[in-house]
């Protein structure tokens, strides 16, 4: 019930392309869903998040879409350069909670 | 900056030494984490606190202890470390409010010899 799965676990993606990973979640009280990018060495950030009332959110050349009656969310990298090259990780937690339960991660590689 | 500082980035101790990571936060924020994180995993928590009211996660080894004497400042204690706690650990903050969005800190490297 707590798990969010993600996939890819890797990607690959040329300069200019688009990155695309995916993110499953089971439990229905879940009413938050951020994406962090961690880049080797350092701690996660908060990238962009979403909630379940709302079917995308774009900040900038990242997008995420949110399927409720699917329970999948996403993210999309528009336009992904060198500097995109980092680990994402999905993840969900509801209000009060206090806690977030995170994705496996996906590690991008941008390549020129 | 409002942030969250780690305190060493680097710490090498050896199998059996007790160690003691230090966090500290100028968010204000009233809710602190820990997390174990192992090379190409997600964050693993294992226990955060609510002002003073402390949460352990049910698979954290006893091995692994907390304290937060004032709002600002957690620290972990690893009472015995062994080959298997070597990882990067990450303390995070965060409100308790609807996002619950998480500020994490750079990260204490642990190496165990």
């Known amino acids: 019930q707590q798990q969010v799965k993600q996939s890819p676990q890797s990607l690959i993606v040329q300069k200019g392309g688009i990155s695309i990973i995916n993110c499953a979640y089971e439990?229905?009280?879940?009413?938050?869903f951020p994406w962090y990018q961690q880049f080797p060495g350092k701690g996660p950030a908060l990238l962009i998040a979403i909630r379940p009332d709302v079917s995308e959110k774009k900040e900038g050349r990242f997008t995420i879409s949110f399927n409720k009656s699917a329970k999948q969310f996403s993210l999309h990298i528009m336009d992904s350069q060198p500097g995109d090259s980092a680990t994402y990780f999905c993840a969900a937690s509801k209000e009060g909670y206090q806690k977030v339960t995170f994705g496996i991660g996906t590690k991008l590689q941008v390549i020129p | 900056d409002a942030m969250v500082i780690q305190n060493p980035r680097y710490q090498v101790t050896q199998f059996g030494k007790p160690v003691t990571l230090s966090c500290s936060q100028t968010?204000?924020?009233?809710?602190m984490y820990w997390y174990q994180q192992k090379s190409s995993q997600a964050p693993k928590l294992l226990f955060h606190y609510y002002d003073k009211d402390f949460n352990n996660e049910a698979d954290t080894p006893d091995n692994f202890q907390s304290r937060r004497p004032n709002t600002s400042f957690c620290f972990l204690d690893i009472r015995s470390p062994g080959l298997g706690d070597a990882a990067m650990y990450l303390c995070a903050t965060s409100t308790d409010g609807p996002t619950d969005t998480q500020y994490f800190g750079p990260g204490t490297r642990l190496t165990v010899l």
């Open positions: 968010l204000n924020h009233n809710v």
């Open positions: 439990n229905t009280a879940f009413d938050y």
